[in-house]
């Protein structure tokens, strides 16, 4: 079973920034294809970044929305995964969630294909 807890949400006003752990537990992190979803009230839930599993080279890919301000990373020493966010946006404000998808495939913006997800946490960025 892989466990996956977030970590680093809160308040912070617009233009400031958060970064965002994903402790994972069970098997080796590099094996897994890791991603970052985010849900605002009412509203779907979007794919924000992913990063691919060792088997192809860590490619990853961004929602057109944070390029250029969120960067996510990870640590497969630490079994963890990171979302730096910065020049965060009102519109950035939502439950951001961690996901695992098996089999060491590449990145998918489907949350169809993701096996595990964490609780989330909270990102709210004041006006």
């Known amino acids: 079973q892989v466990q996956l807890v977030e970590s680093g949400g809160g308040l912070v006003q617009t233009g400031g920034s958060l970064r965002l752990s994903c402790a994972v537990s069970g098997r080796t992190l590099s094996t897994y294809t890791m991603a970052w979803f985010r849900q605002a009230p009412g509203q779907e839930r979007d794919f924000v970044a992913g990063?691919?599993?060792?088997?192809?080279?860590?490619?990853?890919r961004y929602a057109d929305s944070v390029k250029g301000r969120f960067t996510i990373s990870r640590d497969n020493a630490k079994n963890t995964v990171y979302l730096q966010m910065n020049s965060l946006k009102p519109e950035d404000t939502a439950v951001y969630l961690c996901?695992?998808?098996?089999?060491?495939?590449?990145?998918?913006?489907?949350?169809?294909?993701?096996?595990?997800w964490g609780q989330g946490t909270q990102v709210t960025v004041s006006s």
């Open positions: 990063i691919g599993a060792i088997y192809y080279a860590d490619s990853v």
């Open positions: 996901a695992v998808r098996q089999g060491g495939v590449r990145v998918s913006t489907v949350k169809s294909a993701y096996d595990y």
